[in-house]
């Protein structure tokens, strides 16, 4: 059962929040909030899962709420506006969604942060053995993952899951870690949350990148950077 609370200054889409909430028997309301200040205030008492934040609020606006969090639960941004969706995935959101959320949207989001929660309970230990491959222990037991099957890794806070084409495997460890361990040949971070297999990669479009079946999205500050790699490495092979 996660425990979530709801930000936003809108009473109708706290409400529209509420009665999704309230269809889904793995998550558990807390509270309710108007403002970035009176929820600040409950979590600085309170043990909170997930948090579903609104972007534009009179007073502290959502991004810069999530900013100033020093220890933020899970978050899922709810706003009508999509263009903080690259700026939201920078600051390890679980998820984005756009006003107004369809609940079929809203149960994937959920899941998502459900399948975060459950593997952060069981962490694993992530070890890199030449340019090849590396190990993650997970459940009692070693998982080899190839670098040829490495997907994409994604940050959230403490933990990186490691998105392989056999499954995920999360692991006690920042992004700037795990990525000073991987073959440079190979990987490029692509935002602050986000480092990507290069070769896996099926088409750039925009703000993100398609991987498999992922949208990965490219932070503002990498995007140059990463459109000089694959102008200059990529496109020249």
Do not use: W
């Amino acid at each position: 059962m996660m425990k979530c609370i709801i930000v936003d200054d809108e009473p109708l889409a706290r409400e529209g929040m509420r009665m999704n909430v309230e269809e889904l028997d793995n998550l558990e309301l807390v509270g309710e909030f108007a403002s970035a200040a009176e929820a600040s205030k409950f979590l600085l008492k309170n043990k909170v899962d997930l948090m579903f934040l609104d972007v534009e609020m009179p007073g502290t606006n959502g991004i810069d709420f999530l900013k100033n969090l020093d220890n933020p639960p899970m978050v899922i941004l709810a706003t009508a506006y999509p263009q903080y969706a690259v700026e939201a995935y920078d600051l390890d959101v679980v998820d984005y969604l756009v006003k107004p959320i369809k609940f079929e949207r809203f149960v994937r989001a959920i899941a998502k942060a459900d399948e975060i929660m459950k593997m952060a309970e069981s962490p694993c230990i992530f070890d890199a053995y030449e340019d090849k491959f590396i190990f993650v222990k997970s459940e009692r037991k070693y998982v080899k993952i190839n670098f040829d099957d490495l997907l994409f890794i994604e940050g959230l806070k403490d933990y990186v899951i490691i998105h392989a084409t056999h499954g995920k495997y999360m692991t006690a460890m920042n992004v700037k870690t795990i990525f000073n361990k991987l073959p440079e040949n190979m990987f490029f971070r692509v935002s602050k949350s986000y480092i990507v297999n290069v070769n896996h990669i099926d088409d750039i479009d925009g703000a993100y990148i398609n991987i498999k079946g992922n949208q990965v999205p490219i932070g503002r500050s990498y995007r140059d950077t990463f459109v000089d790699y694959i102008n200059t490495r990529l496109l020249r092979r």
